[in-house]
């Protein structure tokens, strides 16, 4: 059974930190490119960051470069986005997504389209003071 088990979301003051974590089983974890993307109440959901099946190539949309930082541990199954000095305009639901793509990772790639074979259930992060 395929599962993708996000957590670490929380509520954070502005200038805070989190880190996500994104745990998959029942597929081979190191054959897919993962993305993070999230929703804010009312909000289409958007893209956040996206990285290839070996780690080598990542996207990140413009409102997060610099910020936050996508990661993955084949070895562990799990991926990681560590989320830097947050702002409120950060705060939503978390997702992150798997595809098998063999290839480097850009704007294309990184949508939900072709990311989103996968889901999680989503993890609520709150900015705020």
């Known amino acids: 059974q395929v599962q993708l088990v996000e957590s670490g979301g929380g509520l954070v003051q502005p200038g805070g930190s989190l880190r996500l974590s994104c745990a998959a089983s029942?597929?081979?974890?190191?054959?897919?490119?993962i993305g993070w993307f999230r929703q804010a109440p009312g909000k289409e959901r958007e893209v956040v960051s996206c990285i290839s099946l070996g780690g080598g190539s990542t996207y990140y949309a413009d409102s997060v470069k610099g910020r936050f930082t996508i990661s993955r541990d084949n070895a562990k199954n799990t991926a990681y986005l560590q989320m830097n000095s947050l702002k409120p305009e950060d705060t939503a639901v978390y997702y992150c997504a798997a595809r098998s793509i063999v290839g480097p990772i850009d704007r294309s790639m990184c949508t939900m389209e072709k990311i989103g074979r996968y889901w999680g259930q989503g993890t609520q992060v709150t900015v705020s003071s």
């Open positions: 029942g597929f081979t974890f190191g054959g897919y490119a």
